[in-house]
């Protein structure tokens, strides 16, 4: 069982509730072979005319022995399944830690249905193996007490019951495996449903604007028709299952009338005798189809295990470096030395040399796929490059402390995300409690970001809640609040990254006018691809299949007459071609 290793070190962070409740199992079955044993004895004596005590007595032990017995199963469940849903807890807690980690190739690959299938259907079937698989387990154990104090009284008969207990614990195992199939691949036609309708939610503009529903409406009805159906066999086994437990138990009920009935009869047992033997079926019952659930538990669970390890495997992006970089203020210097980065099999970055003093407005701009955002990527180590690449202060990026460096940067990238939250709590990303954010220096930043008016007029203002994504705002109302949350962090370094695509040019323009005076004294890389937006930058660089080709103040590039200049002239022509 080398799956279950990983598992062992969150056990044993409970394992003394989780052996205090095992150890309670004991006292629950105890009083449940005693109860009927002293009901048993009562009858007999009754009958007999010689009790050994009052009936009164009898009957207020009966009672203390269940209540007792309440108890204790109620402290037994208490303390395993407690156990095991903080064992869930952390396990889960740690898996989407150790995603976080993961590079974005791999989100890229994992679909959404699937992954939060395996967060949560997977997780669940290793909790109940830890948890009530232990207690299913730990409780057949007291199967033999039962049989042993049957056979004193009647080994035959004993022995008869035996054979139903043992067709029940084959169809369980007989079937398990069969259950076992079929549920994953329910599991995985909800992952598949799941899919369809998240990227649909998603999408539903695309979808309106190419009146797709219907098309889209079929996709999700073959998907819930295939969840469906493989829902129904799946309960097709199920009962085949069932059908032969319940079978088996009536068998043993109408052996132990039949024979019971003929030995009650000729005098070999006694009616309170009959009575515990009756009471044991029913006792034997339960452990019995709880080893075959357990059975089917450890298959699910070893799946399971093996599913949610192949995402625990992956290796993280980023490996942290023993003694890291962590300076009390960060000046904002950026240097690339000999900058190469590849994505996806594709050299994107072609030995890229560049430095940006502390404190500089940099420009970035050149053709479509030349590299600008996947440099602009790097210093954050949103993009891995190897160690001597990339600079921060003249410190090696690879060297500082992942959390110090991504704190020292403000990033806006080209897809403006929001989260379905409060506008203010969308804003104040990244800090513990966004209540206490300065008001004061949170509208300076809507105001520099042009959008203080439109965001305060709405009904609750920056109490108002945005939908999934920020789908409730305009595109560029939901770009203008990144820019707004990046300059409220107020990070010595600020990455705008295309980030005005979805405004007209005159209005980014003017934003971006605005912002370089906003950003003065930090250092700024500013990434557009319109020419106009970068007159005010203190410097330009200008990037082609991956390489920088020029670089000066703009009013440079523009009087050498090279890529630049060509790039504007061709954008002047579109903007004079777009007004008439």
Known sequence: MREFESVLAYWSRHKRAVLA????????????????????????????????????TYFLLVVGLAVLKGAAKFLMRYLVVGASRRFEQQYRDDIYRHILTLPPAWFQK?????????????????RMLVGPGLMYVTETLFMLPAVIILATYDWTLATLICVPLGLIAWSMVHYAGSIHEESMRGQERL????????????????????????????????????????????????????????????????????????????????????????????????????????????QRGRASLKRLETILSEPPAIVPVENPFRPRAVRGEIEFRDLHCSLGGREVLKGIHLK??????LGLTGTIGAGKSTLAQVLPR???????????????????????????????????????????SNLSLGRDDPEDADPTRLLEALRAAQIEEELLSLPRGLEAVVGERGVTLSGGQRQRATIARALFADTPILILDDCLSAVDAETEAEILGRLTRTVRGKTCLLISHRIAALSQCDRVCVLEDGKVVEQGRPDELLARRGLYHELSLRQQDEAELERR
């Open 21 to 56: 409740g095992i150890a309670v199992i004991p006292v629950a079955r105890g009083f449940d072979l005693l109860i009927p044993w002293l009901i048993g004895r009562g009858v007999d004596e009754l009958q007999s005319g010689r009790l050994t005590w009052p009936l009164r």
């Open 110 to 126: 994992m679909r959404t249905g699937d992954l939060m299938a395996r967060m949560t259907w997977d997780v669940e079937a290793v």
């Open 191 to 298: 992952a598949e449903l799941s899919n369809v309708a998240q990227e649909n939610f998603a999408g539903v503009r695309v979808v309106r604007a190419f009146a797709g529903e219907q098309h889209q409406q079929r996709n999700f009805e073959r998907a819930s028709e295939r969840y469906c159906e493989q829902n129904i066999r799946t309960a097709r086994v199920r009962g085949r299952n069932w059908t032969l437990i319940v079978s088996a138990k009536d068998l043993g009920m109408l052996i132990l009338l039949a024979a019971g009935c003929y030995r009650l009869m000729s005098g070999r047992i006694t009616i309170g005798e009959f009575w515990v033997f009756m009471s044991y079926l029913g006792l034997l019952f339960w452990p019995m189809v709880a080893l075959g659930w357990m059975v089917g538990m450890v």
């Open 356 to 361: 940006i003093p502390a404190g500089t407005v």
């Open 382 to 424: 949103l993009v891995e490059v190897r160690p001597g690449q990339a600079f921060l202060d003249g410190v090696d990026i690879t060297r500082w402390d992942l959390n110090r460096l991504r704190r020292s940067i403000g990033y806006v990238p080209q897809e403006a995300f929001l989260f379905a939250d409060t506008l203010r």
